[in-house]
């Protein structure tokens, strides 16, 4: 039974920083997609980024290129999330997914992902 938790959320004013951790446990990432999603009050769920594990290809939604960075730490099972720059939009309750790798897989669709931590969140204030 694959199990992906994830940490780091909190309170921020915006402009600043957080971390967010998501780890496994029952598996591995390796082989896998791990991606991580948000969803904002009233808001539909939306993919933030996404991390190829076998080709260490990263992948990211236009509003956060250049504000968030994913990576993973296969000693740990770890994926994090770094987020700088945060903005009271980006406040949302971010969860991470995981998926086999498979050819022509859309990493940035949420069915894709068998996988799914509960989530943390995350609010930026103005």
């Known amino acids: 039974q694959v199990q992906l938790v994830e940490s780091g959320g909190g309170l921020v004013q915006a402009g600043g920083s957080l971390r967010l951790s998501c780890v496994a446990s029952g598996s591995t990432f390796s082989g896998s997609v791990t991606a991580w999603f948000r969803q904002g009050s009233g808001k539909e769920r939306e993919f933030v980024a996404a991390l190829n594990w076998n080709s260490g290809r990263s992948y990211y939604t236009a509003t956060v290129d250049g504000r968030f960075t994913i990576s993973g730490d296969n000693a740990k099972n770890t994926v994090y999330l770094q987020m700088s720059s945060l903005k009271p939009e980006d406040t949302a309750v971010y969860s991470c997914?995981?998926?086999?790798?498979?050819?022509?897989?859309?990493?940035?669709?949420?069915?894709?992902?068998?996988?799914w931590g509960q989530g943390t969140q995350v609010t930026v204030s103005s």
């Open positions: 997914a995981a998926a086999a790798t498979r050819w022509g897989m859309d990493n940035m669709n949420a069915h894709e992902y068998q996988y």
